[in-house]
């Protein structure tokens, strides 16, 4: 056996400097924060964390890595939990942001967050944009419309170094999944003129839960108004009475997170329906442009790790009333009253309205075949205590893919699409997500990393 077989781990460390090598051991809590997972369960603890510096790097890691039994993958920010037993590859170092006027593009390391993206945005050209996440703190989930994406820097799984515009097989199955191909060392995305920015109104209006019913009836209509602008959107949780009593509150409240990018006085005619329960309480602000507007969610990645966590996130054309009352009776019936160990402190509801689209181009040029007309998200979310028993865990795991789904969507579900490709879970089914696309994506997977490698869920056909 060659010496570079006989012990892998410190074959790897030669081929990397000395700080681009984190273990538990030499770096505890660089290594604790380039391996932390969204999800505290499925942190597999890697021996070691690789944090290459340049592509070239990248490249003779993985090269190296094909040729190992180690198992491996490849993480940017970890909100969508990627680990590995022995090795994860950690992308944070590829963080840059560049801005080209001229051909109105972005190019974004794949190892940045959306809130760094926000940030430098809005200094080199405030007036565009592109179409990225919510969450400031998350990476780059499956960007689908090829409207959008323009072309991404790639290692191989045999540590070649392309772009995807070279293959369009791989591009195309990049597009709208959960990735697995090949690890992606930097983004292109076309910008879109964005003369709203600074003019932004937006931010939580809380309702009293017993409020219910009519807030049902307030976001099923405007879910069925065909008028809505794409520039107007909402979504909705619920919090419980015991994390507001800096407000007073003496019940749980429902909050519409309302975003309109025509300003405040538009808003305020759009989310009058909310504004006008009695008891709301109006936290929104005027005049933000949309980093300061992603802000308000800035806090969310201070969760990271502290739960086991399990999600379904379910694609619908239309949401109605009874679906919004069943999906509080599954939140506060099965999760905040649950009696397994920490399971009631965990659950989540959120409605994510306006929140997706058909594809601008052809539903053919994603690997995601969403169904014509898709626009919102219902995401229900379990978990428990990050050291919790397995027995809350398979609780937690039961609530999102056995109770919940059915709960909220009934007999109607085979209308609606289960699961989505960047909030995946082992038990969703690979078939209802991509359908028609699955064995054409299995073949490319055999063709660009027939050992899975570069693991994920669509294995090789
Ligand atoms: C709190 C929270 C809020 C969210 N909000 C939004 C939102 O507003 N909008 C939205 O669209 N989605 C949202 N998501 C979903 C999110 O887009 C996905 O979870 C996404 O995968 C997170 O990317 P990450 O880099 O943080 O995850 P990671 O866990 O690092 O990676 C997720 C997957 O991508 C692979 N991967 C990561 N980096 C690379 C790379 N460079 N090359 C190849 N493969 C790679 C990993 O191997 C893994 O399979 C949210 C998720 C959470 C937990």
Known sequence: MSPSRKDPLAHL????????????????????????????????????????????????????LHDTNLDYKVRS????????????????????????????????????NWGKYYVEMEKAAPKQMIVAGRTPSIGYGAVSDASNLQDAQLVLADGTITWASQHPDLFWALRGTEGGFAAVARFKFNAKPFPENGNIWGGPIM?????????????????????????????????????????????????????????????????????DFEGAIDKTRSQMTMREMTDLQANLGELQGKQSAFWTAMAIATLTEDMVLSALDWWATDNAQNKHGSVADQGYLLFELFSCRDNLTSQASSAW?????????????????????????????????????????????????????????????????????????????????PNNRIKGRILPA
């Open 13 to 64: 460390a030669t081929l990397v400097s000395p700080d681009e090598y984190l273990t538990p051991e030499k770096s505890e809590s660089e290594y604790a924060a380039e391996s932390k997972t969204w999800s505290a369960a499925r942190n597999e603890h890697p021996a070691v964390v690789i944090r290459p510096q340049t592509i070239e790097t990248l490249s003779s890691v993985i090269k190296y």
């Open 77 to 112: 920010r970890g909100f969508g939990s990627a680990s590995a037993r022995d090795v994860v590859i950690s992308m944070t170092a590829f963080d840059e942001f560049e801005w080209d006027a001229a051909t109105q593009t972005v190019t974004l390391g794949a190892g940045a």
């Open 207 to 275: 309702i009293p839960r017993e409020k219910a019913p009519e807030v049902a009836k307030g976001i099923a209509a405007m879910c069925a108004r065909e008028d809505t602008n794409p520039k107007v959107a909402l979504f909705v949780y619920v919090l419980k009475k015991e994390i507001l009593h800096f407000l007073g509150a003496d019940q749980d409240m429902l909050v519409i997170h309302a975003y309109d990018a025509f300003g405040e006085e538009h808003g305020r005619k759009e989310f009058a329906w909310a504004l």
């Open 369 to 449: 075949p969403r169904p014509l007309g898709f626009k919102h998200m219902v995401l229900i979310g379990s978990g428990c205590s990050a050291d919790a028993p397995d027995s809350d865990l398979r609780e937690a795991k039961r609530l999102v893919r056995d109770v919940g789904p059915a709960k909220i969507l009934g007999a109607e579900s085979a209308k609606h699409m289960v699961a989505i490709p960047n909030a995946m879970e082992d038990f969703h089914d690979l078939k209802a997500i991509y359908g028609e696309n699955l064995p054409r994506l299995q073949e490319i997977k055999k063709k660009y990393d």
